[in-house]
């Protein structure tokens, strides 16, 4: 089964694909090898992840395996707008979902992981990378309000973690707050350059924040 990507343009400069509700031009400091601390956070492993199953699917079927969660907490997945293909500004395409919901409503780990990156950027705003656990694909995180207390690069997290909460830092409009969601393939030598692959088809778990951790996912409780 194909997956269905955006072509590149001839030419086109991938970071500038990524800019206005992408990924920032250029990365904040580089790579960041960060190995992740042991004990934080309890990930469950479950059955039908088993990596060298994962390492010959294609990238559909891997992540159809993953069942992945709607990234923001109270969206199902029958809510969710498919702005993929959207155009953008410059001849742009978006290649990432726009999730509109209340300022403050928790953000979440779509998948297993760890957290990749923690920065912040003139079009994404306040954001966060996530790198899943059999390190395949990168979620990128974008225009949050604010960040989950204690979120710091390479700690591990599980899907439903809370990362920080839905806002409209960066380059998006002061009074549409929703969570720019992209996700790429991994890409070690460019991280925020990793091919993007429209994720909706995907996020069949709805948004529920995981209550486990000491994340602040009470504010979900006072609207
Ligand atoms: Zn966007």
Redesign the pocket.
């Known amino acids: 089964m194909s997956l269905r990507v955006t072509r590149l343009l001839p030419g086109a400069f991938l970071p500038l694909l990524l800019a206005a509700?992408?990924p920032g031009l250029t990365p904040i400091t580089g790579p960041v090898p960060v190995p992740p601390p042991r004990g934080a956070v309890t990930v469950a492993p479950t059955e039908s992840r088993t990596p060298s199953v994962e390492a010959s699917m294609t990238e559909g079927d891997y992540l159809r395996a993953r069942t992945l969660m709607v990234p923001v907490a109270g969206v199902a997945p029958t809510r969710l707008t498919d702005?993929f293909s959207a155009a953008r500004s410059g001849g742009r395409t978006?290649n990432?979902l726009?999730i509109l919901a209340p300022r403050g409503t928790p953000v979440l780990a779509a998948d297993d992981g760890r957290v990749f990156k923690v920065g912040e950027n003139r079009l994404g705003g306040l954001t966060v990378y996530l790198l899943d656990a059999a390190e395949r694909f990168l979620y990128y995180y974008?225009h949050l309000d604010g960040y989950r207390d204690g979120l710091r690069d390479g700690m591990p997290v599980a899907q439903g973690d809370v990362l920080g909460y839905v806002g409209t830092t960066g380059n998006a409009p002061a009074n549409t707050p929703?969570l720019?969601f992209q996700a790429m393939r991994y890409r070690p030598d460019r991280y925020w350059d990793g091919q993007p692959v429209n994720p909706k088809p995907y996020l069949v778990v709805p948004g529920r924040a995981a209550m486990s951790t000491n994340a602040t996912a009470s504010d979900q409780s006072h609207p």
């Open positions: 509700c992408g702005s978006h990432a726009d974008a929703h720019h």
